[in-house]
């Protein structure tokens, strides 16, 4: 992957000190067939950067232009009409406003609970044609969920779990708390203040889309138009930036899937910026287990290390305690066990 900016943090937008890099994020073929070597490269990939891309994922193209075609459709409907379909609590509409705790951002989106008993009802505020936006939807959290399960059970494999649907089986579970994020980042042209009046003069800052955060769930599989904007911390805190790859899904470790690793697997802070000049759009499946789940280390992720880093804790309480933060806090630290260190 082409990497053209690297932008360093926490610096605000704006601020911030531009240094050219480039970064390459493994990139997963599915169509390779060889079960361990693609198991091995995602074990890496989750435990070096949490983040890779996926080619050839079996995702049938007609389904990912269906969504999309519906996801811009609603998009391009006149605002008032966008409202009937919000705010979001969480789910529904939310323009601007992120969260419940005050976060913004220069992103509208849609949010939806996967169970296609949800999908239908809301569709009725979503579309003018709510059976057509419905198929859309239940037929792409259809496929992208058999692909996350997949790459699931792949990490199984390669983390030597020996049961290797362990993962996957949570996210298949018919009250599985998954969900569908749609966003759109309009275009926001750059301002550039005349230098010889104005102090904050600056050239090359785009303005944040969906601010800094990691993703709560066990897996998020990202997919965009071809418009770039997801950027990725790494080597603390150094932005990113990720090529768009609209064949491709970019596929990142959440903090639960960090939490059953014991820290192996990172679950790393990302966000998005806008583009100057065009749309960026993108959609989220956030893959969850059933609220009651209970999370803890795997028995097998405690060899070496002795013991888990997090206390237990379920599905609902950490949804909970995500939903009382704001967007860049730390969250899995207020599971962390005093004293203990990620390697
Ligand atoms: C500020 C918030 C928005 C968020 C819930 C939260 O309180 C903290 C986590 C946020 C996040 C990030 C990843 C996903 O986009 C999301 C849907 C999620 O599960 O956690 C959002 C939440 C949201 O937008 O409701
Ligand atoms: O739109 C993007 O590229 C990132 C969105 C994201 O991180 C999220 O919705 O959690
Ligand atoms: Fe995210």
Redesign the pocket.
Known sequence: MAVDMVVASPTPIGSEKIIEGAIELPVVDLSLGERSEMSNLIVRACEKYGFFKVINHGVCEEIIAKMEEESLRFFAKPITEKQLAGP?N?FGYGCKN????G?TGEVEYL?LNTHPLSISQRSKTISNDPSKFSSAVSGYIEAVRELACELLDLMAEGLGVPDTSLFSRLITDADSDS?L?LNHYPPMPILCKDKDTSPSYNTNTNRVGFGE?S???ILTLLRSNDVGGLQISLNNGVWFPVSPDPTAFCVNVGDVLQAMTNGRFLSVRHRALTNSCESRMSM?F?AAPPLNTRITALPQMLSGVGTSLYRPFTWGDYKKA??S???GDTRLDLFRKQGEELA
């Open positions: 979001a969480p992120i969260g419940f705790n976060d949010l969900i994020r955060h993703d709560p769930q989220a956030f995500a939903y933060l704001r967007l």
